[in-house]
C-alpha cells in the first residue's frame, strides 16, 4: 500500500501563498457572480420561507412546506437584515450570506482533507465540492444545504477515520490523535444530521456515509464520536420539531404535501426520466469530444502523463463546448450541462473510470478510502434525490450527494498529474516551487477553471452575464442584473404594492412567491408556493377560517387567470379562487384580463375595506395608511451587457 510522506502532505510557504491568494481571486469571483441573476421562481420562494419564519411564522405550521426547513440557517441573518435595512437589497444579502456559510464549510473541509491530501489537491476537492448548485442559486435552501453538509460530512469522516488509523503506540500523543479522530467523527455525524433536517431526501446518502464510517472505523473514539455528534444532533431536531410545531403538524404537512403533489410523476417515473436525460447528455454530439478524451484517459496500454492530460482536459472540453454552443437565452432542449450540478454530473461519470484505475495502480490508501466514503453516496444519493424532485435533471438538482464525489476524483486528478515529476519536497525550478507544484497548479486551474467558467453561463433561466441588464434599482431584488422581462416584472410588483398595500396588511399572493419579498407585511397563507392544486386548496381555505387569518390583500397574475380561460373558470376549478371572489372585490387589475401580454395582476381587497389605494403615489406617503410598502419602480437605464461579458 502506497503511504503518503510527511513532504507530501507537508505546505511550504510559496504553496500556502498561492493557495490564499486562490482563494482571495475565488471570493471575488463569488461576489461578482452572486450579482448575476434574478428570478421569481426558486431563488426568490427560498429567500421568502428565510423572511416568513425571520417574521416569526412557524415552520411546518404556519408554512406547511418541508422546503422551509431549507431555509433555518438563514433565518437569523434574514432578521437582522430586514430590522437594520428592511426588504433593500434582501435576495443579494442573502446570496452573499450563503457565500460567507459555504467558506466557513470550506474551510473546515480543507482542514480535514489535509490530515493526509496535499494542500493542492484538498484545495481542489473543497472548491468542486461546494461550488456546484442546483438552478445555479446560491442561496440557503434545501438545495444547497446538503451540498455543504454533505461534503462536510465526507471530509470530516474522512479526517476521523484516518487520524485514528495512523495513531503510534499508545502514549500522549496517541491520546491527542485519537480524540482529535473523535471530535472529526462528531462533526460528521452533526452534518449528517443537518443534511437530513434540510432534506429530508438525503437520509438514504446520509445513513449509507454514517454506516461506511462506522464500519471502517478501527477505534471506539470514531464510532463513539459519530453516534454521538449525529445522534444527539437527531435528538435535538426531533426535540424541536415536537416541541415546536408538533408531530401533529409534521404528518400533517406530509399529507398535504402528498395530496397536492398527487398529479406529479411516480418517484420511478421521475428517476427514469432523470436518467434518460442524463443519458441522451453523455451522447449529445457536443458531449462527444469529452468522452473521446476520457476514453483516452481510461486506456492502460498509453502513457501515464498522456492519460492524465487527457483526464484533465474534460472538464475544459465540456467548459468550452458550454460557452460556444449555449444559446443567449434558456431553450427547450438545450445541450445538458449548461448548468453547474449538470456539468459536475458529466464530470463525475467521464472521470470515475480513469480515477478508480489510477487508485487501482496507484495503491493509494488515502484515495480509495475517499472513493469508499464518496462512492456509495453519490449512487444512492443521486436516485433519492432524483425520484423526490419534479424538476427536470437539467438543473442539476440530484446532484448535491454526487458533489463530494467530484472533489475526491479532482483531488486525485491533481495527485495523480503531479506524480513521479520530481521527488517531493526538492525544488527543480527556482527553489521556491517544486515541479510538483507547479503541475499541481495547473492541474487545479483547469478543473476549477472549467467550473468556474460554467457556471455563470446560466442564472436560473437567466442567460450568459453578457445578456443581461440591470443592476435593478431599490426593492429586494437591487443590485442584481437580468434580462428586461424581469426587470419590468421587478418594476410591476414594487408599483402595484406601492399603490395597493398598506404596512399592516396581511398579503396573499396565488402563483407569485417571490412577492412576499416586496414587503414586511404579514404572509396569510399555509404555503408560499401556492398554485393551481385544485380541490386540495380547500386546505388554505381552512387555513384562513382556523387562524382568521384571511388576507386584507389578494394578488393574482392576470396571465394565469386568462391561461385557466377566464376568472369564473378558474373559480370553478379551484375553491380558494372561489372564496375570494365570495369575500373580496377586485380593486386594479382587472382591465388586464382581456388583454393578450404576460404582464400584471388582478388586485382585490375585502369586500368590507372601503380604501381606494393611493394611485400616483412616487415615495410611497399617504395619509390614509401610512409608509407604502415599498418605493414605486425606478427603471435601470443600463445598456445590456452591464453585468459582463464573455
Avoid at 238 to 260: C, N, S, W
Avoid at 409 to 422: E, K, P, Q, S
Avoid at 489 to 506: H, I, M, S, Y
Wanted: proline share 7%; with cysteine; aromatic share 6%.
Amino acid at each position: 500500500m502506497a503511504e503518503r510522506s510527511t513532504a507530501q502532505t507537508s505546505t511550504g510557504v510559496p504553496v500556502r501563498w498561492a493557495l490564499l491568494l486562490a482563494t482571495l481571486a475565488l471570493a471575488g469571483y463569488g461576489l461578482w457572480r452572486v450579482r448575476l441573476g434574478a428570478d421569481l421562481g426558486d431563488g426568490g420562494h427560498v429567500v421568502a420561507l428565510a423572511l416568513r419564519l425571520a417574521q416569526g411564522d412557524r415552520v411546518l405550521v404556519d408554512e406547511m412546506n418541508l422546503q422551509a426547513l431549507g431555509s433555518l440557517a438563514a433565518v437569523p441573518f434574514t432578521w437582522i437584515w430586514v430590522h437594520l435595512f428592511g426588504v433593500e437589497g434582501l435576495v443579494l444579502a442573502s446570496r452573499v450570506f450563503y457565500l460567507a456559510l459555504a467558506f466557513g464549510v470550506g474551510v473546515l473541509c480543507y482542514r480535514a482533507l489535509r490530515t493526509r491530501i496535499p494542500a493542492i489537491a484538498a484545495w481542489v476537492a473543497v472548491v468542486l465540492m461546494l461550488t456546484p448548485t442546483p438552478y445555479n442559486l446560491l442561496l440557503t435552501s434545501y438545495n444547497t444545504m446538503p451540498v455543504l453538509a454533505l461534503g462536510l460530512a465526507s471530509c470530516a469522516g474522512f479526517a476521523a477515520l484516518t487520524l485514528a488509523g495512523r495513531a503510534p503506540a499508545p502514549g500522549p500523543s496517541t491520546s491527542a490523535t485519537v480524540r482529535s479522530a473523535g471530535r472529526w467523527a462528531a462533526l460528521s455525524g452533526v452534518a449528517l444530521a443537518v443534511s437530513v433536517l434540510s432534506h429530508p431526501a438525503s437520509l438514504p446518502a446520509a445513513a449509507v456515509l454514517g454506516l461506511t464510517v462506522l464500519i471502517l472505523s478501527r477505534t471506539a473514539a470514531v464510532r463513539a464520536g459519530l453516534l454521538l455528534g449525529g445522534g444527539g444532533a437527531s435528538a435535538l431536531i426531533a426535540l424541536g420539531l415536537l416541541i415546536g410545531p408538533g408531530l401533529g403538524a409534521v404528518l400533517e404537512t406530509i399529507r398535504y404535501t402528498t395530496d397536492y403533489q398527487a398529479s406529479r410523476p411516480d418517484p420511478w417515473s421521475r428517476a427514469a426520466r432523470s436518467l434518460g436525460r442524463l443519458g441522451r447528455g453523455l451522447i449529445a454530439p457536443s458531449t462527444l469530444p469529452a468522452v473521446g478524451l476520457a476514453i483516452v484517459a481510461a486506456l492502460p496500454v498509453l502513457p501515464r502523463w498522456l492519460r492524465a492530460g487527457a483526464a484533465l482536459g474534460v472538464p475544459v472540453a465540456l467548459a468550452v463546448v458550454a460557452w460556444a454552443a449555449a444559446p443567449s437565452e434558456r431553450e427547450a432542449g438545450e445541450q445538458f450541462g449548461l448548468f453547474s450540478g449538470a456539468f459536475a454530473l458529466l464530470v463525475i461519470i467521464l472521470l470515475l473510470v480513469p480515477v478508480l484505475q489510477h487508485a487501482h495502480r496507484s495503491a493509494d490508501t488515502d484515495l480509495r478510502l475517499l472513493l469508499a466514503l464518496t462512492l456509495p453516496v453519490a449512487v444512492l444519493g443521486f436516485l433519492a434525490f432524483a425520484m423526490t424532485s419534479s424538476a427536470a435533471i437539467t438543473w442539476g438538482v440530484p446532484a448535491p450527494p454526487a458533489q463530494p464525489l467530484l472533489g475526491v476524483i479532482g483531488a486525485a486528478l491533481v495527485m495523480w498529474v503531479a506524480g513521479g515529476d520530481g521527488p517531493p519536497g526538492r525544488s527543480t525550478l527556482t527553489g521556491r516551487y517544486t515541479l510538483r507544484d507547479v503541475v499541481s497548479g495547473v492541474a487545479a486551474l483547469a478543473l476549477v477553471g472549467s467550473l468556474l467558467a460554467v457556471h455563470p453561463v446560466r442564472s436560473f433561466r437567466d442567460g450568459p452575464p453578457e445578456t443581461l441588464e440591470g443592476p435593478i434599482v431599490g426593492g429586494p431584488m437591487a443590485g442584481l442584473h437580468t434580462r428586461a422581462e424581469i426587470i419590468d416584472r421587478d418594476c410591476e410588483l414594487r408599483t402595484t404594492l406601492a399603490q395597493w398595500v398598506r404596512p399592516e396588511d396581511g398579503v396573499f399572493f396565488y402563483s407569485i412567491p417571490p412577492g412576499y419579498l416586496y414587503g414586511q407585511n404579514p404572509m396569510d397563507t399555509n404555503l408560499l408556493w401556492l398554485a393551481r392544486f385544485g380541490e386540495v386548496n380547500a386546505r388554505t381555505v381552512q387555513w384562513w377560517e382556523d387562524t382568521g387569518r384571511w388576507p386584507d390583500v389578494v394578488l393574482v397574475p392576470a396571465l394565469l387567470v386568462r391561461r385557466a380561460g377566464g376568472w369564473e373558470v378558474l373559480a370553478q376549478e379551484d375553491p380558494l379562487i372561489a372564496a375570494v371572489d365570495e369575500r373580496y372585490r377586485p380593486v386594479g387589475g382587472t382591465e388586464l384580463l382581456p388583454d393578450e401580454g404576460d404582464a400584471g395582476d388582478v388586485v382585490l381587497r375585502a369586500r368590507t375595506d372601503t380604501w381606494a389605494g393611493s394611485k400616483g403615489r412616487e415615495s410611497g406617503a399617504d395619509e390614509a395608511g401610512g409608509a407604502a410598502t415599498v418605493q414605486t419602480c425606478v427603471r435601470p437605464t443600463a445598456a445590456a451587457g452591464g453585468a459582463g461579458g464573455r
